[in-house]
């Protein structure tokens, strides 16, 4: 009867896993500056190569905190100016018009790009996808929206949702 002897534990085999330290964000692995531990392929294949991670040595985490503090800071940056943009857009009201029967029900919808072409003319760059509406504008009246310009800014404004002004003159003729 043979017996099977077991295969040495092999480095880079799938028991083990090596320590890095992530120079950026890596989505469901961590932010930069933590101390993560990973398989060795991943590692050799994929963080390093990417300047995503480094070996966690102490050279390198005295770097990556310097790299760290630098990214706060810019981004302290620009939430404080995207926070300015925001106040600005809070106190600012847009004003749509649209084709509404009498009882102000529009014949179409106002959604979001309505509301992002309304602010682009009006000086801010939003895009459609920044505009949070829970559903589009059916009615005439006055709505509050919400515009995300970023993970921790938002905004809330005034849109107004008014009669066309072409249909009184139509009528008139």
């Known amino acids: 009867m043979s017996r099977k002897i077991p295969a040495p534990h092999v480095a880079g085999s799938t028991n083990s896993s090596v320590e ?69 857009i809070a106190a600012h009201s847009i004003t749509i018009e649209a084709n509404a029967n009498e009882e102000g029900q529009l014949y179409g919808s106002v959604n979001q790009v309505d509301i992002s072409k309304s602010l682009t003319e009006a000086g801010f760059a939003i895009e459609a996808d920044q505009v949070i509406l829970t559903g589009v504008l059916k009615e005439l009246g006055m709505y509050t929206v919400g515009v995300k310009l970023h993970e921790q800014v938002e905004a809330e404004m005034k849109v107004w949702v008014v009669p066309s002004a072409e249909e009184p003159a139509e009528d008139q003729e």
């Open 20 to 88: 890095l330290l992530l120079a950026e964000s890596v989505p469901s692995l961590g932010l930069p500056g933590d101390l993560v531990r990973v398989k060795p392929g991943f590692a050799r294949n994929y963080l390093i190569p990417q300047g995503l991670a480094t070996v966690a040595t102490e050279e390198n985490r005295q770097a990556v905190e310097k790299h760290r503090a630098r990214l706060l800071e810019l981004q302290a940056a620009t939430t404080k100016q995207l926070q300015g943009l925001a106040d600005e």
